[in-house]
């Protein structure tokens, strides 16, 4: 069965301070993953988005690595800010069925 | 213009009335798809329209009805909803429909059924 799980649920972490997110995913036949922001009440924002042959990606304070032999990927998010407090989700991609597969989110709340 | 727009932002309507929610892009994507997302949850897929037809309708109701009047536009119509449905409504767009496609998603309309 394709399923995409991620953790932790939800993280509270200090301004300035770094984190990371994590997706364990069991799609096959895979073909890309994708990191989205959400921030409450409004649509997901692209982050980045990995392929097979991709390990990491950077997109500013936003680095995501994939690890496609085990299936995992993390989103590290360096020196926080008070506006990435939001719902980070992982989305998988099957080279067949043209199908998303949606994690169940890590909701991310960063304190002054 | 990457942007998807979504109207209304809110609404709040009662158990026998019929509204609808539009979607718009002017991209030139030719998939659009209706999401449902409850608090705390990721977006459940509702329908996909590929190149202007009906592809995917994932067991929804029929109190929920998608319409693709043309390659810009999405609208959700919605008659005889119960409480459960009230959620955040998105309604994302990509490029061609398939696998390797990113979706743009809009803000989204939360819907209250009273």
């Known amino acids: 069965k394709n399923q995409v799980e991620q953790s932790p649920q939800s993280l509270i972490i200090l301004e300035g301070k770094n984190c990371t997110l994590q997706?364990?995913?069991?799609?096959?036949?895979?073909?890309?993953l994708r990191w989205y922001k959400q921030d409450t009440g409004r649509g997901p924002v692209s982050l980045t988005i990995m392929t097979f042959s991709e390990n990491t990606k950077s997109n500013g304070r936003y680095t995501a690595t994939l690890d496609a032999d085990t299936k995992q990927s993390s989103l590290h998010i360096t020196a926080s800010q008070l506006s990435d407090s939001a719902s980070y989700i992982c989305v998988v991609s099957a080279r067949t069925g043209n199908q998303f597969y949606f994690g169940t989110g890590t909701s991310l709340t960063v304190i002054p | 213009d990457t942007e998807v727009t979504q109207t209304p932002k809110h609404l709040v309507m009662g158990m026998t009335n019929k509204k609808s929610l539009k979607c718009e892009q002017h991209?030139?994507?030719?998939?659009m798809y209706w999401y449902k997302q409850k608090a705390k949850k990721p977006p459940e897929l509702m329908f996909v329209y590929s190149y202007e037809k009906l592809s995917i309708n994932e067991s929804v109701p029929s109190r929920f009805s998608p319409e693709c009047p043309n390659s810009s536009l999405l609208n959700l119509h919605l008659h005889a909803l119960q409480p459960e449905d009230s959620a955040l409504y998105l309604c994302?767009?990509?490029?061609?429909?398939?696998?390797?496609?990113?979706?743009?998603f809009g803000p989204g309309t939360r819907l209250t059924v009273t």
């Open positions: 994302a767009s990509s490029p061609t429909g398939t696998y390797g496609d990113e979706q743009y």
């Open positions: 997706c364990n995913y069991t799609v096959s036949p895979f073909s890309n």
């Open positions: 991209m030139g994507h030719r998939a």
